[in-house]
């Protein structure tokens, strides 16, 4: 049975606001938010007054219900808080498009203000918040010494070394490669600043395994997106990029608790069912997929997802990428044509939906000539996560 | 405060679910969670056995004996807690006993380049000044 929201949803309105280095920005995350949103919506041609949805992830400070009211919109139908940070990326947008197939709202709005100068900058893990006493599960990572994003993710990187004889040097070639695409990107933060292998591999050690290179930046910025029906998209004036395909959720067990997840998990960024549940619903494979935006927490964890996702066999992640595959423009699967997070900026990985809908709309700074898929591949390892699967 | 790390540490919170883990911690036991029902071990403490539902559960006590399952070695001080450590390293490690289940921990009593991933540990305990004990391992020499 083929998935009854096939093509039924468009993503019709991009914006953002500059994307600089961590405190960097003076005016409020709060007015980048609205700021994003309205160039989103004058993008798209329709007016605030028609938007009736908003959806965010819930980690953002910039509730759907406060923002309507500021915006002055006229009836908000629909407002969503999809749980958690860089796992939502792809996840709002699954979200605005099941409101909107279902008639429950007709235009809604996608959006991320993060201002990490302004709140704390998320690299700084435990020692951001200033809290001493940890429940849940960070009670059993974070006295161990556990405290950070790259801590989690530089260990599950370690054991898919150790299984697949994955290297640095492989990891590497993800970060120039977003690094190159950036100097054709003249938004990106590390746009004039390209780097060499050898800059990754003397690079600072963050976490062994994993250098200052394989993180992700640290931003001020904002981005939004908006989605109406397919049918409502043909009557707008910018070119509909459709929702073919998108899947959101976990696998069994598959959590960020370090303990208790299965051995086969250790080597996943968790994206095993969502792939398949994308490739379903859009019916097609991997083979189809012309141009793809990972987002990147850290390299491992984009080699993880590229195995997940059937680019290439369990294990030969870290061969497919040293041989060039998923650079532009001549690898078989160009990834992060803006830069990413890693160059572009970490918008909290919404920004990598703007620049798929950008390689749809076929005005990319680094434009994947005549793709007409794209796949967009959320916060991968801390799931519920999210993808989606763009069409022109 | 662990001596392992410094001053401002995050501290485990002894919760309603995972209270009698830290006691047992304080007596220098490991007490792994068993599914009353099924036989299932879990780690970290969790109300039900997400195999068989099951609320009822035992506490078993590990040898404490495992290897390194992925470890890291940590030079960049993030957390004020870690100032005095770093290079400090956190390890995985897989109980032989104990269903296998997996804890977050650290390699003392050894530098951290001879760390490596299926090394043989034991577990030493660590009494703190903020009433909790630490689980800690070395290796089995």
Do not use: M
């Given at each position: 049975m083929s998935w009854p929201m096939r093509d039924q949803t468009a993503i019709v309105g991009i914006g953002e606001t500059e994307y600089t280095r961590w405190g960097q920005i003076q005016r409020s995350e709060f007015q980048l938010c609205c700021e994003a949103i309205t160039k989103a919506v004058d993008d798209s041609g329709l007016r605030m007054q028609d938007i009736d949805g908003f959806v965010t992830y819930?980690?953002?400070?910039?509730n759907p219900m406060t923002v309507a009211q500021t915006l002055g919109v006229k009836q908000l139908k629909y407002a969503s808080l999809y749980p958690g940070g860089g796992n939502s990326t792809c996840g709002v947008i699954h979200h605005a498009a099941m409101a909107v197939y279902s008639g429950t709202a007709d235009a809604v709005v996608c959006y991320r203000s993060l201002c990490q100068g302004q709140f704390g900058r998320f690299g700084h893990g435990a020692a951001r918040t200033g809290a001493t006493r940890y429940g849940g599960s960070n009670a059993f990572t974070m006295p161990f010494g556990v405290l950070a994003a790259v801590h989690r993710y530089a260990l599950q990187a370690r054991r898919h070394m150790h299984e697949f004889g994955t290297t640095s040097e492989q990891l590497g070639r993800i970060s120039v490669a977003s690094y190159a695409n950036a100097q054709r990107n003249p938004r990106a933060v590390m746009y004039g600043r390209p780097i060499t292998l050898e800059d990754h591999q003397n690079s600072r050690i963050i976490a062994d395994p994993y250098h200052l290179y394989d993180c992700c930046q640290e931003n001020d910025g904002a981005c939004a997106v908006v989605v109406v029906s397919a049918e409502r998209a043909k009557t707008l004036k910018r070119k509909p990029v459709y929702i073919m395909g998108a899947g959101h959720g976990a696998g069994h067990r598959d959590g960020g608790d370090e303990h208790s997840r299965p051995a086969s998990t250790w080597t996943s960024s968790g994206f095993v069912e969502i792939a398949r549940d994308c490739y379903e619903r859009a019916g097609i494979g991997p083979n189809d997929i012309d141009v793809a935006q990972f987002y990147e927490n850290f390299t491992g964890q984009v080699l993880m997802a590229i195995e997940d996702f059937g680019f290439c066999k369990k294990g030969e992640g870290g061969p497919f990428i040293a041989d060039g595959n998923i650079d532009y423009p001549n690898g078989s699967l160009p990834i992060n044509t803006s830069g990413g997070n890693l160059a572009e900026a970490y918008i909290h990985g919404l920004e990598m939906v703007l620049e798929g809908t950008r390689q749809m709309r076929g005005d990319s700074t680094s434009q994947v000539e005549g793709a007409e898929t794209c796949l967009v591949v959320a916060g991968?390892?801390?799931?519920p996560s999210s993808a989606l699967i763009l069409r022109n | 405060m662990g001596k392992y790390f410094g001053k401002g540490m995050p501290v485990p919170a002894f919760e309603r679910d995972t209270k009698d883990f830290w006691e047992g911690c304080k007596q220098h036991k490991l007490l792994i969670q068993r599914c009353d029902q099924c036989g299932t071990y879990r780690f970290n403490p969790t109300p039900v056995c997400a195999h068989c539902l099951s609320f009822k559960h035992s506490l078993v006590e590990s040898a404490g004996i495992g290897e390194v399952w992925s470890f890291i070695v940590v030079p960049h001080p993030v957390h004020p807690g870690v100032k005095e450590s770093v290079p400090y390293n956190a390890a995985i490690v897989q109980l032989?006993?104990?269903?296998s289940v997996k804890l977050t921990s650290n390699v003392i009593n050894c530098k951290n380049e001879e760390v490596h991933i299926g090394m043989a540990v034991k577990v030493v305990w660590e009494d703190s000044e903020d009433e909790v004990t630490y689980y800690r391992f070395e290796p089995i020499k």
């Open positions: 819930s980690v953002d400070r910039n991968p390892a801390a799931p | 032989n006993d104990c269903g």
